[in-house]
Structures are given as structure tokens and as C-alpha cells.
T-cell receptor, first 113, second 108 residues
Framework: DAGVIQSPRHEVTEMGQEVTLRCKPISGHNSLFWYRQTMMRGLELLIYFNNNVPIDDSGMPEDRFSAKMPNASFSTLKIQPSEPRDSAVYFC???????????FGNGTRLTVT | DAKTTQPTSMDCAEGRAANLPCNHSTISGNEYVYWYRQIHSQGPQYIIHGLKNNETNEMASLIITEDRKSSTLILPHATLRDTAVYYCIVRRNEKLTFGTGTRLTIIP
């Protein structure tokens, strides 16, 4: 099993640009989670999906952030327009439903200048 | 989710058992105790979880007190590769809420 795959591994962009982060969950997993990690705030849950449907997006910081899951094997997190304070490591995780452990990808390190 | 309290940092000698404590005095009956760790520049890695009984797998053992208000993660023979931040999480539903964890340093 390849695990959760995220791309790109690193992203550097200028303020105001659109950024799209991508995630491929583990095959057969029904739930997908997006987290953000910063030194100041630690690991924060942004949004999660069950069976491709967003269940809880209360962690999404503002309207500049959006997430989609068009099918069971792909999800995107988009920031438009990006700002320097969005600089962080963004993690995607997946799990089977029913409270099974989350498995995390290795993250995308985003730097907005 | 119930709040957890962990020491900020700990050291352990290589080859010795590392015992990481966690207090979760407000845990509810249907909430599980989960442990994850995060090695520098990597995503959090699942270690083990339990409800009431002690659990053991190839990575670690989890000891939960009878009143479930605290638990201990045991790495039986710590190696340098076990240096990481260890998170104790009380989980009720599908979400995992991470605290600040314990930074464990294995000393050669």
C-alpha cells in the first residue's frame, strides 16, 4: 500500500496567487481529512469528508479556503487568493469509517511570500 | 473531545524503555485513547489505541488505568529513531484533535 499521497511536496508562491494542494487517500478508505500545522497553532483540522461528502468544515479559516472531493480517490484544498499567513504544512489523512485510525500523508509545505 | 495533559518534553536512554504519561481525567465512557507520533518533517504516525484494556502491538504498549483517567505509552526498547513528538488524544467521533504533545529525545 502506497499510503496517503500528497502533492506537491513543497509549494512556493506569491501573495495573491491561487494554490491547489492535492491528496490521494488510501484505497478503500471512506473518510478524508485536511489538517494544517504551524508553529503557533500546532495541528488543526480544517475539514473532513465521509464518502466524498463534506461533514465538518468548521476549521476552514475563511472563504479563501475551499476543499473538494470529486471522487473516492482524490481531494483538493484550494486557497484563493493566498496570503503570507497561510504559510504552513498541510496534511491530508484518510481512514475507514467507524473510528478506525487516521493515516497521514507526508504533507505539503506551503510558503507564501 | 476530552482534554489531555502531557509533559512538554522527556529524555530516555537508548535501549531503555520509554514511558510516556498522559492525563485525561474528563474522558467519557465511549472515548478512546489514541497515540500518534510525529518525526521531524513527516506526517503524524499512528501508534496504538485503546478503550479500557491494555493493548500491545509491534510498536508499543498502552496501559490505561482502571478509572481511565490516565494512560502510559511504553516503547520497550527505545532507539534513536524513536525521537519524535508523541501525541496522546482522546477521541469520541471521527475527528482527531491534537494537543501539543511530548517531545521525546532518545539519548545515545
Amino acid at each position: 500500500d502506497a499510503g496517503v499521497i500528497q502533492s506537491p511536496r513543497h509549494e512556493v508562491t506569491e501573495m495573491g496567487q491561487e494554490v491547489t494542494l492535492r491528496c490521494k487517500p488510501i484505497s478503500g478508505h471512506n473518510s478524508l481529512f485536511w489538517y494544517r500545522q504551524t508553529m503557533m497553532r500546532g495541528l488543526e483540522l480544517l475539514i473532513y469528508f465521509n464518502n466524498n461528502v463534506p461533514i465538518d468544515d468548521s476549521g476552514m479559516p475563511e472563504d479563501r479556503f475551499s476543499a473538494k472531493m470529486p471522487n473516492a480517490s482524490f481531494s483538493t484544498l484550494k486557497i484563493q487568493p493566498s496570503e503570507p499567513r497561510d504559510s504552513a504544512v498541510y496534511f491530508c489523512a484518510s481512514s475507514s469509517m467507524g473510528g478506525s485510525p487516521l493515516h497521514f500523508g507526508n504533507g505539503t509545505r506551503l510558503t507564501v511570500t | 473531545d476530552a482534554k489531555t495533559t502531557q509533559p512538554t518534553s522527556m529524555d530516555c536512554a537508548e535501549g531503555r524503555a520509554a514511558n510516556l504519561p498522559c492525563n485525561h481525567s474528563t474522558i467519557s465512557g465511549n472515548e478512546y485513547v489514541y497515540w500518534y507520533r510525529q518525526i521531524h518533517s513527516q506526517g503524524p504516525q499512528y501508534i496504538i489505541h485503546g478503550l479500557k484494556n491494555n493493548e500491545t502491538n509491534e510498536m508499543a504498549s498502552l496501559i490505561i488505568t482502571e478509572d481511565r483517567k490516565s494512560s502510559t505509552l511504553i516503547l520497550p526498547h527505545a532507539t534513536l529513531r524513536d525521537t519524535a513528538v508523541y501525541y496522546c488524544i482522546v477521541r469520541r467521533n471521527e475527528k482527531l484533535t491534537f494537543g501539543t504533545g511530548t517531545r521525546l529525545t532518545i539519548i545515545p
